[in-house]
T-cell receptor, first 116, second 117 residues
Framework: GAVVSQHPSWVICKSGTSVKIECRSL??????MFWYRQFPKQSLMLMAT?????????EQGVEKDKFLINHASLTLSTLTVTSAHPEDSSFYIC????????????FGAGTRLSVL | AQKITQTQPGMFVQEKEAVTLDCTYD???????LFWYKQPSSGEMIFLIY??????QNATEGRYSLNFQKARKSANLVISASQLGDSAMYFC??????????????FGSGTKLNVKP
């Protein structure tokens, strides 16, 4: 079964509104989570690394004020797309490394955001 | 230079046959991990197989095996006895350095596999 839960799976919003996406690790603690953006038929683009109890680390070119990340607990990270515009429409997906020798990243099911 | 290169944008394979998806990587680290993920049209990323840089044997997970050639810096995924449900995008990924939570992954551009009945 899924080890990382992401909600909502699909959201449609009006331009100018904010949208919050949740990412939860279900049976393990994750001090780090990752947020990706994926355009159709393209690879995953890392947006930011979410760190529990501290500020997120954003990749170059990603607007910190546009994509707010909060990692408030060891099992929950949220991504808020603020004042969303049509160009923010995309597939957003989170992941969490489970630790251990392999430290595999497990992914949420993703969120399809459509901004009208 | 790209960290992960997948040179096959699309592949076709006949059902029940084997198929190899290519992946080459670039790193100067001695310790790294290589991963393959499957992404069906639903969008979820499904972990398939892992190979550590110090692993001497090729990794296997059911019908999936990883052909690891360290000197060539290649980590090809082999799917045996293809099934219709194997039709999906496949991504190769690498994590550099020791196994730390904050070590990010580098992903290739993906290969779209179509299994023909």
């Amino acid at each position: 079964g899924a080890v990382v839960s992401q909600h909502p799976s699909w959201v449609i919003c009006k331009s100018g509104t904010s949208v919050k996406i949740e990412c939860r690790s279900l049976d393990f603690q994750a001090t780090t989570m990752f947020w990706y953006r994926q355009f159709p038929k393209q690879s995953l683009m890392l947006m930011a690394t979410s760190n529990e109890g501290s500020k997120a680390t954003y990749e170059q070119g990603v607007e910190k004020d546009k994509f707010l990340i909060n990692h408030a607990s060891l099992t929950l990270s949220t991504l808020t797309v603020t004042s969303a515009h049509p160009e923010d429409s995309s597939f957003y997906i989170c992941s969490a490394p489970r630790g251990g020798v392999k430290n595999i990243q497990y992914f949420g099911a993703g969120t399809r955001l459509s901004v009208l | 230079a790209q960290k992960i290169t997948q040179t096959q944008p699309g592949m076709f394979v006949q059902e029940k046959e084997a198929v190899t998806l290519d992946c080459t990587y670039d790193t100067s680290d001695q310790s790294y991990g290589l991963f393959w993920y499957k992404q069906p049209s639903s969008g979820e990323m499904i972990f398939l197989i892992y190979q550590g840089s110090y692993d001497e044997q090729n990794a296997t997970e059911g019908r999936y095996s990883l052909n690891f050639q360290k000197a060539r810096k290649s980590a090809n995924l082999v799917i045996s006895a293809s099934q219709l449900g194997d039709s999906a995008m496949y991504f190769c990924a690498m994590r550099e350095g020791w196994e730390r939570d904050f070590n990010k992954f580098y992903f290739g551009s993906g290969t779209k596999l179509n299994v023909k009945p």
